[in-house]
C-alpha cells in the first residue's frame, strides 16, 4: 500500500519553458539613425486602400459606432498634406471626407450635413468624439519626419519578456529655449532592425503620439513599408488599427486633391483646440 501510495503521489510536472528571443543583430546609433532617415526619406507620397478598427470603449469609437470597421482611402503627400474617405464596408457609403494642409482640416460628414473646420493638431479628449478624429496623427504615423543632422539622438537597449525581444531605442532631442526635450522615440526590433515603434511628444515632454508598426513588405522600387500600423493618442483617447489592403509609394499628385469644399446645403461647425495644442 505504501509503495502504490508513493507511486500515486509521485508525478512528474514539466513547465514549458518561455521562448528564446530571436538572435539579436547589432548596429550602431549612427546606423540605425542612418535607416530611420533613409526609410523616411524613401516616401514622399502614398495612395492607400486601409481598413480601420477602433478599439472597444475609446473617444474614437463614438465616431463609427455604427460599423465594427470601416474602409478608407488615403492620400498623403509631404509636407503635411492628407485626404481621407472614410467608407462604410460592403457597401461603400462615404461617412466622412477629411482633408489637411498640416495646419487646418476640413472634415464633411454626410449623414449629419456638416462641414467641421479646426487644427489639425487636436488637444485634450472632446466631449464630441468626432472632434477627436484629427488628420496629422494619421499623416506622422505613414509618413515619417526626418532628423535633422544637428539634433541631438542617443541609443538604448530594451529587452522585454512579455513578449520575449531586443530593441535598440533612438531618442532624438530638440531644443526649447535654452533647455533640451524629447521629440521621439524610435523602436528597432533587434531580430530584423526594422523600425516597430515611434513614439511622438509633443512641449512640455507629453507623449502625443504611440505607433507600432508590423508586417513589413517589400514594394515596387526595392522600397518597403509597414501594412500593420496601430496608432494610439492618450490625449485624444482612442487607439486605432490599421491593415493595409493597397498602397503605392511615391505617385505622382494632381493639383486639388487635397481640397475639400463646403457642399451646398451644410453646416459649417468651426472646432477649437480642445486642451490646446499639444
Not at 82 to 106: C, L
Request: with cysteine.
Amino acid at each position: 500500500m505504501l509503495a502504490l501510495l508513493a507511486g500515486c503521489a509521485s508525478r512528474t510536472i514539466r513547465v514549458a519553458a518561455p521562448a528564446a528571443p530571436a538572435a539579436a543583430r547589432t548596429a550602431t546609433r549612427q546606423e540605425l539613425l542612418d535607416r530611420y532617415n533613409g526609410e523616411a526619406d524613401a516616401v514622399h507620397s502614398l495612395n492607400a486602400a486601409v481598413r480601420m478598427n477602433a478599439e472597444t470603449g475609446t473617444a474614437f469609437s463614438g465616431v463609427i459606432k455604427e460599423y465594427h470597421q470601416i474602409t478608407a482611402l488615403v492620400l498623403a503627400e509631404r509636407p503635411a498634406w492628407i485626404r481621407v474617405v472614410g467608407q462604410a464596408p460592403v457597401v461603400g457609403t462615404d461617412i466622412f471626407d477629411m482633408a489637411s494642409d498640416g495646419k487646418t482640416f476640413h472634415m464633411y460628414i454626410p449623414s449629419k450635413k456638416r462641414f467641421l473646420v479646426g487644427p489639425a493638431s487636436g488637444g485634450e479628449a472632446a466631449k464630441n468624439a468626432i472632434e477627436n478624429l484629427r488628420p496629422q496623427p494619421l499623416f506622422d504615423s505613414l509618413i515619417w519626419q526626418k532628423i535633422p543632422p544637428e539634433d541631438p539622438v542617443l541609443i538604448e537597449e530594451e529587452d522585454r519578456d512579455q513578449p520575449p525581444a531586443r530593441y535598440y531605442v533612438l531618442t532624438a532631442l530638440r531644443r526649447a529655449g535654452e533647455q533640451l526635450e524629447i521629440e521621439r522615440r524610435i523602436w528597432f526590433e533587434r531580430s530584423d532592425l526594422r523600425v516597430s515603434r515611434i513614439e511622438i511628444y509633443g512641449r512640455g515632454g507629453r507623449l502625443r503620439s504611440d505607433i507600432r508598426y508590423g508586417d513589413w513588405r517589400e514594394q515596387a522600387g526595392g522600397k518597403s513599408f509597414p501594412w500593420r500600423i496601430v496608432l494610439w493618442q492618450p490625449r485624444a483617447g482612442y487607439r486605432l488599427e490599421i491593415d493595409l489592403t493597397r498602397i503605392t509609394l511615391n505617385p505622382p499628385v494632381p493639383p486639388g486633391r487635397f481640397t475639400l469644399a463646403q457642399p451646398p446645403g451644410t453646416e459649417r461647425v468651426p472646432l477649437g483646440q480642445g486642451g490646446g495644442q499639444p
